[in-house]
Structure formats: structure tokens, C-alpha cells
T-cell receptor, first 113, second 113 residues
Framework: NAGVTQTPKFQVLKTGQSMTLQCAQD?????MSWYRQDPGMGLRLIHY???????DQGEVPNGYNVSRSTTEDFPLRLLSAAPSQTSVYFC????????????FGPGTRLTVL | DAKTTQPNSMESNEEEPVHLPCNHS???????IHWYRQLPSQGPEYVIH???SNVNNRMASLAIAEDRKSSTLILHRATLRDAAVYYC??????????????FGRGTQLTVWP
């Protein structure tokens, strides 16, 4: 099992550009989520999905879009990048129950100039 | 959502036990107590979780106060690899916040050789 994979590992964007952060898991998990982590801070939930075709907003959804067309993939789209979106982005997956262990990917470090 | 309070930092010597405290005075009956840790430049990883009873696994032990308003993560013999940020998190098993983790700033554990 590869677990949770994220691409790219690093990305530099200019203000106003758009891009998609990729996340995939091979554990057949129903629940997937995206977090961002700013320097010296804990993780904040951006969007999450409880299954294919179902997504919902977390704490900080503005400026981000998600979709879940398959169980395996949960891409995060930045519509028009802003310097405030400079952060490390983590994708996570779990079986879905609140007590289930969440597995995190290695992260994508995004810089917006 | 119920919040947790942790010390910003703690230190330990290698091979000594470490007790990481967490206060959650507004915990509700359906909140599970989770601990995750984040090694430098990595995504968080699951450590342990519990509801009311003390829990043990290969990584650590979780001691939960009888009134559930506090808990302690116990690392029985700290190693250098245990140096990380430790997050104490409350998560509901059901309902609208199913599976969502709310991270605070956590406790930075330093382990000295």
C-alpha cells in the first residue's frame, strides 16, 4: 500500500494563477479531507468528503474548490492564488467513523508570490 | 466544538518516561480523545485514542481522568525519534462533525540525548 500520496511536493505560483493539488489513497477509505498548516500553527480543515460525490466545507474553505468523483482521488483546486494561501497542504483519509485513525499524506509546500 | 489546552513545550531526556497533559474541560459525552504527533517536515500521524477507559498500544498509553476533563499521553521511554509536536484533539463519532479533527498548536516535545 502506498497510503496517501500527494503531488506535487513543492509548488511556486504567481498571484492570480490557478492550480490543482492532487491527493490519492489506495486504502479504499470513504473519508478524505484537506488541511492547511501555516508556520507555527496547527492544521486547519479546508474541505472534506464522506464519500464519492459528497463534499462539504471545513473551517477555511474560501478560495478553494474540491470534487470527489472516485473513492481514491480528492483534488484541491486553487481558483486564483493569493499570497495568503502560502502554506503547507496536507491530505488525509480514514475509514470514515469519527474514531477511525486518519492517515496523512506527506504534504505539498505551496508558495504564492 | 470543545477545545483542548496543552502546554506549548516540554522537554525530556532519552529513555525517560514522558507525560504530556491535555485539558478538555468542556468535553461532551460523545467526544473521543485523540492524540496525533507531527515529526519535522512530515504529516501528522496517529498515536492513540480513547473515550473513557485508559488505553495502551505499541506507541504509547492514554490515561483519561475519571471526569474526562483531562487526559495524559504517556511515552514510556522517550527516544530521539519521539521529538515532535503532539496534538490532543477531540472528535465526535457521529453527527455533522463526523471524523473532523480540530488541531490546536500542540506541545513541542524536545528529547535530549
Amino acid at each position: 500500500n502506498a497510503g496517501v500520496t500527494q503531488t506535487p511536493k513543492f509548488q511556486v505560483l504567481k498571484t492570480g494563477q490557478s492550480m490543482t493539488l492532487q491527493c490519492a489513497q489506495d486504502m479504499n477509505h470513504e473519508y478524505m479531507s484537506w488541511y492547511r498548516q501555516d508556520p507555527g500553527m496547527g492544521l486547519r480543515l479546508i474541505h472534506y468528503s464522506v464519500g464519492a460525490g459528497i463534499t462539504d466545507q471545513g473551517e477555511v474553505p474560501n478560495g478553494y474548490n474540491v470534487s470527489r468523483s472516485t473513492t481514491e482521488d480528492f483534488p484541491l483546486r486553487l481558483l486564483s492564488a493569493a499570497p495568503s494561501q502560502t502554506s503547507v497542504y496536507f491530505c488525509a483519509s480514514s475509514r470514515g467513523q469519527g474514531t477511525s485513525e486518519q492517515f496523512f499524506g506527506p504534504g505539498t509546500r505551496l508558495t504564492v508570490l | 466544538d470543545a477545545k483542548t489546552t496543552q502546554p506549548n513545550s516540554m522537554e525530556s531526556n532519552e529513555e525517560e518516561p514522558v507525560h504530556l497533559p491535555c485539558n478538555h474541560s468542556t468535553i461532551s459525552g460523545t467526544d473521543y480523545i485523540h492524540w496525533y504527533r507531527q515529526l519535522p517536515s512530515q504529516g501528522p500521524e496517529y498515536v492513540i485514542h480513547g473515550l473513557t477507559s485508559n488505553v495502551n498500544n505499541r506507541m504509547a498509553s492514554l490515561a483519561i481522568a475519571e471526569d474526562r476533563k483531562s487526559s495524559t499521553l504517556i511515552l514510556h521511554r522517550a527516544t530521539l525519534r519521539d521529538a515532535a509536536v503532539y496534538y490532543c484533539i477531540l472528535s465526535k463519532d457521529r453527527g455533522s462533525t463526523l471524523g473532523r479533527l480540530y488541531f490546536g498548536r500542540g506541545t513541542q516535545l524536545t528529547v535530549w540525548p
